[in-house]
């Protein structure tokens, strides 16, 4: 969900928005809301998988997924990048725009 709000949203706001400020922070808050999200569709899933029993009958004792913080934290890193990308290309077109004209 997060790589898809990334993928879609992340270069076209860095394009189409004139302040890097605020393409940041509209980028920021849509991959919040997909995080978010995200977040409440797995939970489920995880607190099903601690409530397991070993066969010795012991719980299951699995450390907090830092994996998946891993990627999440580095899908939200490559969109800040592809915002600024969007903001380097719509320069670049400008700039080239105003030297033709």
């Known amino acids: 969900m997060i790589a898809v709000v990334t993928i879609l949203m992340a270069f076209p706001l860095g394009y189409l928005m ?6 940041n922070v509209t980028y920021a808050v849509a991959y919040l809301w997909a995080f978010t999200f995200q977040a409440v569709y797995l939970l489920p899933m995880f607190i099903a998988d601690l409530g397991e029993v070993a066969p010795g009958g012991d719980p299951v004792n699995e450390a907090f997924p830092i994996g998946y913080g891993v990627v999440t934290l580095t899908v939200f890193l490559a969109g800040l990048v592809l915002v600024r990308l969007g903001c380097w290309v719509r320069q670049r077109r400008t700039g ?3 030297r033709s004209a």
């Open 18 to 23: 004139s302040s890097y400020f605020a393409a």
């Open 96 to 98: 080239a725009q105003l």
